[in-house]
Structures are given as structure tokens and as C-alpha cells.
């Protein structure tokens, strides 16, 4: 999960995340550092000032398969417990160009809503692997 540094609710959402994954299989980094922007360049059709939520399903093979936008949020959800995966489903059923609308809207907004954020949550020495620079 790649995500923007700065933001308060993309820093909410890498705690949220860390509460509810419980078999700790999304790792994070954030889109400036050194993995993000390798991302970035190793998919040129992304745009290079790209500030969404980015999902990067990474295959066996170690092909990538990366996701923005709404499908991000959707496919994370995919891959937490409970009924995480069946609210993605849900949620599906609305069509991607509304969902990525409303995505872009509030994404848009977020840093007047909820502004920035110049410190994160102190990682447990359990989860500092899932931190890539």
C-alpha cells in the first residue's frame, strides 16, 4: 500500500489498516519514498503526480499489478478479515466511474477537511517490516 505522507486521512487509513490486518500481509511505503517512486517509474502509465491510495498486488512470478483510486480502497478491503471482502463486493455494484468521481471529489478535499500531518503512528518493532523506505 502505497500512500501520501503528508495526508491525515491516508495516515488514518495505514493505521486502520494495521489494526485490522491480522494475518499482516499488507506491507506500506509512502508514494515519495524510494519504493514508491520506483513503483512509479516501473508503471509509466501512472501519472508521475499520482496522491491517491495506491495497491500494488504483487503476483508469485513478482509481476505487479497496481491499482488507484477506488479499486485501491477496494482491493485492500479484499484482503482484511471478516466482512471486509464482501463490502468490496458491495461496493462494486457501483458503477467505477461514479466510485473513482466521488474518490477524486473527496481526495480533492481531504487536506482542507482533515489537513496535514507532520508525525505518524509509532510502529511496534512487530510491524516495523511491513515499512518499506
Known amino acids: 500500500m502505497l500512500f501520501d505522507g503528508d495526508c491525515a486521512v491516508c495516515n488514518g487509513a495505514v493505521t486502520w489498516v494495521l489494526d485490522h490486518d491480522a494475518a499482516r500481509v ?13 513503483v512509479l517509474a516501473r508503471h509509466p502509465a501512472l501519472p508521475e503526480d499520482l496522491d491517491s ?9 513478482g509481476s505487479e499489478r497496481v491499482h488507484v483510486h477506488s479499486e485501491a480502497v477496494l482491493r485492500l478491503l479484499e484482503h482484511l478479515p471478516g466482512g471486509w471482502p464482501w463490502a468490496a463486493r458491495a461496493a462494486r455494484l ?15 478535499h481531504r487536506y482542507r ?18 515499512f518499506l523506505p
Not at 477537511?113 to 511491513?130: P, S, T, Y
Open 113 to 130: 477537511l482533515f489537513g496535514k500531518q507532520d508525525a505518524c503512528r509509532i510502529v511496534d518493532e512487530a510491524d516495523e517490516h511491513r
Open 26 to 38: 499488507i506491507t506500506f511505503a509512502p508514494l515519495a519514498g524510494p519504493t514508491g517512486r520506483g
Open 94 to 108: 457501483v458503477p467505477r466511474f461514479v466510485r473513482d468521481a466521488a474518490y477524486r471529489l473527496f481526495a480533492a
Open 53 to 61: 491510495l495506491v495497491l500494488v498486488d504483487v503476483a508469485d512470478d
